[in-house]
């Protein structure tokens, strides 16, 4: 008897087993009876074995797939990235599959009606016709293969099926195919020697598996870049697929993939329904498009042939999975190119220290542009020592100054500022009282505008409180800044000048950012306010000044990986003035002039902050000198979720492994969120595969202990945040 091992769409580790009656294979989607209702699972394994009573065993109702729904990469993929993350398969594969698929639809395209002529109607004399102008008008155009279903109203249709002239039939529509009418724009720009270095070294290696790292400081034409490889990996009929951070971030390089390619080009957004996902999906793995560019989870999508993997701005953390299932797509993505034994670009002006590292191991090569591309060159960069200086919503006079100076030339100016709302927290003026969220215990942030108060850690708003509530008192004031006081105080200060503010508040609404950069790029005097989104992606040719109004929170914190963060922030944020023809401006303003780090950053670069950062890490080994594994737990007694990391921690205490060190448990970052008591226990060991056979054993252990039921916990294998 043959027994099907499935995964499930479950929290738990465990397959499930029933009996396989019908033929069927391995990555195939089944229906299972399962608890009181039907579910849908995917076969990992079939073989003889169980260890249920047979008399247990249930049938499989039903088989969904006439072919494994994968292709063979994907699924080897999926399997690695389980064993990897110590995550729950059935969760994992079914996060890796378009909504529909998981619902159980179809994995083929939905049949369209289509009208046809009869054999009467091939045959048919057009003068019987002669009365119906529009009848005979719809018989040539089916004859002659001209026609258009909308030229006709539903009468006429009507009237000739009725004359058994036409009907209609389902048809799956036909399999598109690109390849044979592809070619490439031609383009004006003339590469520069290390752009054509780049590109010949790509292609030297024919096609095949090699990780480049692609670093290029912003405007340096890494774009130009991939567009030139990708050219030739079109033309060799192979398809592509390239992952940004944020979709809605990229509308300008997207157009020039689109101007440059004569090939279907598919975008992942998150804007799109669960069935125009499923149709890229479909699309994809059919080899119908050429390109896909999309977001994290776009990795999975399945390719009919698959020639090439970039991933633009490899550095930032959006590819990092935060809840569920914490994978890292550029690390997955390696690990795919590999399997498909393509090569893979990771491209960015800041590379994270961990690429950094491998490309100075020589497991990546290297490939820089350190020039930018056309006239532009490179921003003056100065520190604002503002010890002692009247602030007002975060600026210093001297800053305002230079703001003043670049406005009045007609040029524009951007203004830094990682935190949005107009205060980070309320306080009461008499006795001290903070507004905080009560699921959180963190003080909430002040949005002015929509006269609320919102926590930025579980997003509930609430109404701002007319008195405090411990003593009445309805002074209640604002304290610190964030983007929405900042656009105010500009208002104030320069009432002439347009200001726009980009942050998640205001291009939460589709199309909004996009308006903001025809705007912004209409030019004239302008000033741009914004947080992080602005570091990402935009080319703003008319910004001659940068200025980066607060970064110390930065500079300290427990978080060993702040400062690469800012350094990334600071480098790409800093990138975005002055390109083309004209020369920018870049000034910081701090409490901590001296700092080593800013020092380093401002006069050296990058490239040497990496240098002297990533030695630190050695001498500290911290990653990537050491490997870590954060074990996460929550409850809501703030007593289950420390007592099941302590049993962890002494578990792991008696294997007796010097080279595993442990942190904790201990309070997360955040130690409360939305009603959950949140602990931490942080594993770090200096052989990855060694940790990765205690975390073996440690989860079949933690099965036995029963118990586990009253903690949320959780494995996060490569941690991003401390
Ligand atoms: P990056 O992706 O590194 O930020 P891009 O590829 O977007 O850089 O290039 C920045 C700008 O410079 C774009 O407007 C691009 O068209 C232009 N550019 C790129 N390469 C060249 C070149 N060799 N000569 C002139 N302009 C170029
Ligand atoms: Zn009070
Ligand atoms: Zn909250």
Known sequence: MLIAHIALPVPLYQLYDYRLTQPAEVGMRVKVPFGKRDAIGVIVSIDQQTDVPIECLKDISEIIDNEPLFTPAVWQLLKWAVSYYHFPIGEVIFHAMPVLLRQGKQASKTEIKQWQLTELGKNCDLKSLSRSYKQQLLLTSLKNNTFSENDFSANIFHQLEKKQLIKQVSVTPDTVEWQSHFSTNPTSIRLNEEQTKAIASVNQQNQQFNVFLLEGITGSGK??????????????GKQALILVPEIGLTPQTIKRFKQRFNAPIDILHSGLTDKQ????????????????????????????HLGMIIIDEEHDNSYKQQEGWRYHARDLAIIRAKIENIPIILGSATPSLETLNNAQNQKYQLLQLTQRAGDASLAQQSILDIRGLVLCAGLSQPLIDQIKKHL????????????????????????????????????????????????HYCDTP????????????????????????LEKQLEILFPNIKISRIDRDTVSKKGALDNYLKEIQQGGAHILVGTQILAKGHHFPDVTLVGIVDVDGALFSSDFRATERFAQIYTQVSGRAGR?????????????????????????????????????????????????VMIRAADRNNHHAPNFLQQIHDWLKSLDNH??????????????????????????????????????????????????????WSIDVDPIDN
């Not at 499923?278 to 009919?304: D, H």
């Not at 100016?413 to 009461?428: A, D, E, K, Q």
């Not at 109404?463 to 004031?477: D, E, F, N, R």
């Not at 800013?598 to 050491?626: C, D, I, M, W």
Request: with cysteine.
């Open 223 to 236: 774009t130009e870049v991939y567009l030139n490889i990708l050219s030739d990996i079109l033309s060799a």
């Open 277 to 304: 996902r499923f149709e890229v999906w479909l699309r994809s793995r059919s080899g119908e498009n050429a390109i896909v560019v999309g977001t994290r989870s776009a990795l999975f999508t399945p390719f009919k």
């Open 408 to 455: 009045s030339n007609n040029n524009q100016v951007m203004l830094f500022l990682n935190r949005r709302g107009f205060s980070p927290s309320i306080i009461c003026h008499d006795c001290g009282w903070i507004a905080e969220c009560p699921r959180c215990d963190m003080p909430y942030t002040y949005h002015q505008k929509q006269h609320k108060l919102i926590c």
């Open 462 to 485: 609430r109404a701002l409180p007319h008195q405090c509530p411990k003593c009445g008192s309805t002074h209640l004031i604002p304290i610190g800044f964030g983007t929405e006081q």
């Open 580 to 628: 083309e023809a004209k020369t920018g401006e870049v000034i910081l303003q701090t409490y901590h002039p001296d700092h080593p780090l800013l020092n380093v950053l401002l006069s050296k670069g990058y490239q040497e902050f990496a240098k002297f950062t990533l030695q630190e890490r050695r001498q500290t080994h911290l990653p990537p000198f050491s490997y870590q």
């Open 659 to 712: 080279r595993l060190w442990q942190l904790g448990p201990m309070p997360s970052n955040h130690p409360k969120k939305a009603g959950y008591y949140r602990w931490q226990l942080l594993l770090q060991h200096t052989h990855r595969q060694q940790l990765q056979q205690i975390l073996d054993q440690l989860i079949i252990s933690i099965d036995k202990w029963g118990e586990t039921s009253k903690v949320r």
